[in-house]
């Protein structure tokens, strides 16, 4: 069965670096959603991505984030200047294109530790 | 602001006996629904979904209904078992202009007690 698969599980990384989220969709799909879950609260939406442009992001996706798909399978997170408050779980997801209700598939996250 | 929220954090449930899950929502506009399942350290996993113009849906041991009237949501599972027990977030999802945004509830806890 199809699944988003996500790299690193884990990343520790110092207070003021960059760190990269990487992230594989399933194949045929073409909507991409950025999700962050810190520890005991609940998921966050972070930003939605189609045709190769932002549809749509929220408050917490602000100037120190940015996404990209640069190649045909890859879609990525970058955080820049990294904050001890963006350590959390960041999920992945992906859905397909028929009909305007398709479910998202999430992937196994990737936890990301500032120190 | 609008949100999803859920009425009880913690639910025990015996081994074999039905679970039912309950989720309020407050954005009239949310025209689907998704209940997920989390289990510890891994991400949400669909479970089941339903349209606005639905008030019941049902799976493979799963039932959905909604109360469009009191914006309110449940997620039954019937005869629980040991690997139901994870956390469930109820979502809602505003459909505009062919876009997505979903968001999520704080979660239940369910604990199958074997």
């Known amino acids: 069965e199809p699944e988003v698969t996500q790299t690193p599980s884990h990343q520790v990384t110092q207070m003021g670096q960059e760190v990269i989220l990487r992230c594989v969709p399933i194949?045929?799909?073409?909507?991409f959603y950025w999700y962050r879950q810190i520890l005991g609260q609940k998921v966050e939406f972070l930003v939605s991505?189609?045709?190769?442009?932002?549809?749509?992001k929220s408050e917490i996706f602000d100037d120190q984030f940015s996404v990209e798909r640069p190649d045909g399978s890859n879609f990525t997170l970058k955080i820049r200047s990294t904050k001890l408050e963006d350590s959390a779980m960041y999920f992945c997801?992906?859905?397909?294109?028929?009909?305007?209700?398709?479910?998202?598939?999430f992937g196994p996250g990737t936890r990301l530790l500032v120190l | 602001g609008e949100s999803v929220g859920l009425h009880l954090p913690t639910l025990s449930v015996q081994e074999g006996d039905n679970s039912i899950i309950n989720c309020a929502y407050s954005?009239?506009?949310?025209?689907?629904f998704i209940w997920y399942k989390q289990e510890s350290g891994k991400g949400p996993q669909f479970i089941i979904d339903?349209?606005?113009?639905?008030d019941k849906r049902q799976g493979q041991r799963v039932t959905v209904l909604l109360n469009k009237t009191v914006k309110h949501l449940s997620l039954q599972i019937a005869a629980t078992q040991p690997g139901d027990s994870a956390v469930y977030f109820c979502a809602e999802n505003l459909n505009s202009g062919g876009y997505q945004k979903v968001t999520f509830g704080t979660g239940t806890k369910l604990q199958v007690i074997p």
């Open positions: 997801a992906s859905r397909g294109t028929s009909g305007s209700q398709e479910t998202q598939y």
């Open positions: 991505f189609y045709n190769n442009e932002i549809s749509e």
């Open positions: 194949s045929n799909h073409l909507y």
């Open positions: 954005n009239s506009a949310s025209d689907y």
């Open positions: 339903i349209r606005s113009n639905m």
